[in-house]
């Protein structure tokens, strides 16, 4: 069978099992990304002439696709929230963002500097890619469908999705300022980065957000017109329409499209909170994350069975261990220490910050942009091994820890682990 007939029939099997699997998997120890990851690398073994997966090669494209999946990603998480934004009903996304994201940045930049001896460059972009909880990957941990209710997220559920639909923004400026210490060097640039790529974009990604969702929100909803009150028409579709439209125009802003798009879904929920037009915007938007993931997390298993983790050393896999089980959950656990979330809630949240997606496309974006003094293929393997990492930990013990989460909020009978 020609090799592209064999790729058209493999995307099709796992667009098929990523409708499939979450009903079979509900309850299970087992997470959709950890299927889809072990799946990619046995099928990439098999002696099919399937080609390799290079992230260095075929870096542009892989940028894009990771790109869309996370843009996909943000807008199901805005619209998914049932919180009405504040600084008292978000006081752990603030927190998390304000104190664990620039902390867990600060410590792999020191395990990268000292553990591996990278220059600060890499190291700082290293931090960069790997500080963000990750949107695609955290579903299990996720709040679900939006509700009528304003405060049916518990605080797990709607910590992880807020911090997870405003970081992976949040961490472009560190980036930029990685790509401007590899290609400039010295301070001279800080000036000028903390007034454009700090204040500047994250201000226009807030407001061209709020001002597309705003509008969006008016046309979907309160048109004067039939045939322009698009919630009337129930298209899904229309939430891809609203997530490129966002991103593009804010881009265009030379605003960051990440927090847009985010801000864009929160609005359009905050439009008519408790129409079932957000279901079906949500549903869509969902189906397509879903969609992305699988096809993605089967080429970094490709990536792994094709042999793209033998520039990785034992120091890039402490480095990417320490990430997961010390410096983020030390990290969300100081960021929270008098909040609101009780002290198992606050465990779960600093536990379960899963790396994914995001860090693919900000590391691809990052090296198409200067040469950070470390062989890609190494930058390549700790991102992927860390990522591959969570996937597995966070993809094992999701389902059991918030069941168990779940059963100590209602009084419940208590499941085993």
Known sequence: MPTPDLILALAGAAAL??????????????????????????LFLLPIGLPEPNPITHRVALEHITEICVL????????????????????????????????????????????????????????????PT??????????GEPGDVE???????????????????????????????????????????????????????????????????????HSQADELRLAEHREGFVALAATFLAYGLTELAHGYGFIAVFVTACTIRRAEFGHGYNNVLHSFVEQLERLFTAWLLLLLGGFVAAGGLAALTWRGAAVGLLLLLVIRPLAGWLSQVRGPAGPKERLMISFFGIRGIGSLFYLAYALGQADFGVPPEELWAVT???????????GITATPAMARLDALRDGTRLPAW
């Open 72 to 131: 996909v990603s943000l807008m199901g998480a805005g619209l998914a929230l049932n919180r009405r934004v504040g600084l008292r009903n978000w006081t752990t996304t603030w927190r998390l963002l304000g104190w664990a994201m620039p902390l867990t940045v600060a410590g792999v930049t020191a395990a990268a500097a000292f553990v591996m001896g990278w220059p600060i460059a890499a190291a700082l972009l290293l931090g960069a890619v790997l500080a």
């Open 17 to 42: 099992l990523a409708a499939v699997l979450p009903n079979l998997l509900a309850r299970r120890a087992l997470s959709l990304p950890l299927v889809y990851l072990l799946g990619g690398v046995l």
């Open 384 to 394: 992927a091994f860390t990522v591959v990492a969570s996937v597995v930990l966070h």
């Open 134 to 143: 990750d949107p695609v990957l955290a579903s299990d941990v996720n709040v």
């Open 151 to 221: 405060n049916a997220d518990d605080e797990v559920r709607f910590a992880l999705t807020s911090e997870a639909g405003l970081n992976d923004g949040l961490a472009f400026p560190v980036v930029y300022a990685a790509i401007a210490v590899a290609a400039v060097g010295g301070a001279g640039w800080a000036g000028e980065w903390a007034l454009v790529d700090v204040l500047y974009r994250i201000v226009a990604g807030l407001v061209c957000g709020l001002l597309i969702g705003r509008l969006l929100g008016r046309l979907f909803f």
